[in-house]
């Protein structure tokens, strides 16, 4: 009995050893991010704008003085398209940075890895948002709406 107690207590260390290591990964995972930043341009090059780890706009530039003869409703649909862009490319960043923390624990197999909600985190359709061939369809369809609210 005595070798399984120990067995059991070996585990329960390593366990715990495992624990503190992936807390400060994870620490030092959401302290990289605290810092990190993502700018996207526009596909017609009039805007760019830059967000946060979390998807917060902190930036918005006017290329060119392209917005000087646009529409205001493809103005703000540029602004739109690079912003909802941006914000799917640093949430997959984010995905990237916390997947490894989504896995098995090695040692201790029985201990799943974390299991996070990324559409609680981001929001509904950040992780649907236009990437590569995407962007022209859905910057087609933002100025549509944005033409039909205009009408209203």
Not at 25 to 38: F, G, I
């Amino acid at each position: 009995m005595s070798d399984m107690k120990e067995t059991i207590e070996q585990r329960l260390a390593r366990a715990m050893a495992d624990l503190e290591t992936t807390t400060a990964a994870v620490a030092e995972a959401e302290a990289e991010l605290s810092h990190a930043s993502c700018t996207i341009r526009s596909q017609d090059r009039s805007v760019e704008v830059t967000v946060s780890a979390r998807g917060d706009l902190t930036d918005v530039r006017f290329l060119e003085g392209k917005y000087r003869t646009m529409p205001a409703g493809q103005l703000a649909a540029s602004v739109l398209e690079a912003a909802q862009e941006a914000r799917a490319v640093m949430a997959r960043r984010v995905m990237e940075t916390f997947e490894p923390f989504t896995r098995p624990h090695e040692s201790v197999p029985e201990l799943p890895g974390l299991n996070i909600d990324w559409n609680k985190i981001f929001g509904p359709g950040v992780l649907d948002g236009p990437s590569g061939g995407d962007r022209h369809a859905s910057s087609r369809r933002l100025l549509d709406e944005i033409h039909e609210d205009q009408e209203d």
